[in-house]
């Protein structure tokens, strides 16, 4: 079946650094795609997301950009903070609009 | 506004037994989904709900799994009879519309002894 590659599983990255997650999707026809964040017993929250009509989206410190004809998406964090650490998904609709999840990128920032 | 409401928060019970989840949407919010998430792993989708019509539930285990959305508000998950292998946790999600971003509920954490 379809699916949602994410790497890293973990990353460690010191404050103030950036950090990049990256993903791969496997249905060409995917048109939407929305990364999440879930801290430690929390629900997922959406932090932002891409239309496959637009190849770069930034909202503060985050940006996610989008290669439609690699099918792979980043989520870039800059000027990383304490409160950023967490898991991270992205995602994908694909064709029939299910919504696939990646296994998600557990974020640490080192003091 | 209150978010999405999910109950129990926690749940366990021994194998064989039945258990039920419920989940209250954010108003207005015509399409509802209900997740598994299991330990660190992302979330896959069990079901989602238009209203009252389930248009997708082709992960949903069927055997033991059912869900409903009588009135296109609320909705209950159930399992019955439990396995050791749903110990997870269960999210429920709902949109204004498919296209639309998702919320998500605290979820139900099941422990199945």
């Known amino acids: 079946g379809e699916n949602v590659e994410q790497h890293p599983s973990t990353l460690s990255v010191q404050e103030g650094d950036s950090a990049v997650i990256k993903c791969t999707y496997s249905?060409?026809?995917?048109?939407?795609f929305p990364w999440y964040k879930q801290e430690l017993g929390k629900r997922p929250q959406l932090i932002i997301d891409?239309?496959?009509?637009?190849g770069e989206k930034k909202d503060q410190r985050i940006a996610v950009t989008l290669n439609k004809t690699a099918k792979h998406f980043s989520l870039h964090i800059t000027e990383t903070q304490p409160e950023d650490s967490a898991v991270y998904f992205c995602a994908a609709r694909e064709k029939d609009d299910k919504i696939i999840f990646g296994k998600g990128t557990r974020l640490h920032i080192l003091p | 506004e209150a978010g999405v409401v999910q109950s129990p928060r926690y749940k366990i019970i021994e194998k064989k037994q039945p258990v039920a989840f419920w989940c209250n949407p954010i108003s207005g919010h015509n399409t509802l989904y209900w997740y598994l998430q299991n330990l660190g792993q992302g979330p896959e989708l069990l079901i989602r709900?238009?209203?009252?019509?389930?248009?997708?539930d082709s992960q949903l285990p069927k055997d033991r799994f059912s869900a409903e959305r009588l009135k296109g508000v609320d909705s209950t998950l159930k399992i019955q009879p439990a396995e050791l292998g749903d110990s997870a946790v269960y999210l429920c999600?709902?949109?204004?519309?498919?296209?639309?971003?998702?919320?998500f509920g605290p979820g139900t954490r099941l422990t199945v002894l």
């Open positions: 891409i239309r496959s009509n637009v």
């Open positions: 249905d060409s026809a995917s048109n939407y």
């Open positions: 709900y238009e209203n009252e019509e389930a248009v997708d």
């Open positions: 999600a709902s949109s204004l519309g498919l296209f639309n971003e998702q919320f």
